[in-house]
């Protein structure tokens, strides 16, 4: 039996993620920008990561194209002493209510499914300080896999950049 609270929600963040394709400029990965401006930027010159639920198979290099983008705003990263925390946070919604037990990630040899997912990256960005969120957006696709699938990261990372890029794009830049 279908959950129909699930099948709202799934229908909802369906409709949501169509509308905010529309903002993306042709790439794989959609964009929206939740929270801009309400911060300090003149004062921001340095920032450090933290990954959450981020798979880490995607860790290394979703981190090293954020930092790239980031970086053309005019910032440096600096893990020790900072003016910004930036959170890059991994949530998926499977999008068939019935596979919702099924993890993405792990292979499975003994079933032909495939899963339509999506799969988001969140990015908050705080205050070190005083933990006030000054900007967040996030980037997202919609997936059809079957679990274990494995992802080329030689096309991936010029599209995780892009979207970084569009996504950042209201960030203000640091002189």
């Not at 959450?52 to 053309?72: H, I, N, R, T």
């Amino acid at each position: 039996m279908i959950n129909p609270v699930k099948s709202i929600k799934v229908t909802i963040l369906t409709v949501l993620l169509f509308l905010s394709s529309c903002a993306q400029n042709g790439g794989q990965i959609g964009y929206t920008v939740n929270l801009c401006c309400p911060g300090k930027y003149d004062e921001y010159k340095e920032y450090r990561v933290e990954t959450q639920d981020l798979p880490s198979f995607l860790g290394d290099y979703v981190v090293a194209e954020f930092d790239k983008v980031f970086q053309e705003k005019g910032l440096t990263r600096n893990d020790n002493r900072n003016e910004l925390r930036v959170t890059l946070s991994y949530r998926h919604i499977n999008l068939n209510a019935e596979q919702e037990a099924i993890d993405p990630f792990e292979r499975r040899l003994d079933e032909d499914v495939t899963l339509r997912y999506v799969a988001t990256i969140v990015v908050d960005i705080r205050e070190s300080s005083s933990g006030q969120m000054v900007w967040s957006g996030q980037i997202n696709r919609i997936h059809t896999v079957v679990p274990g699938e494995y992802m080329h990261e030689d096309r991936a990372r010029p599209e995780f950049a892009d979207a970084f890029r569009e996504v950042l794009a209201s960030y203000p830049a640091h002189d």
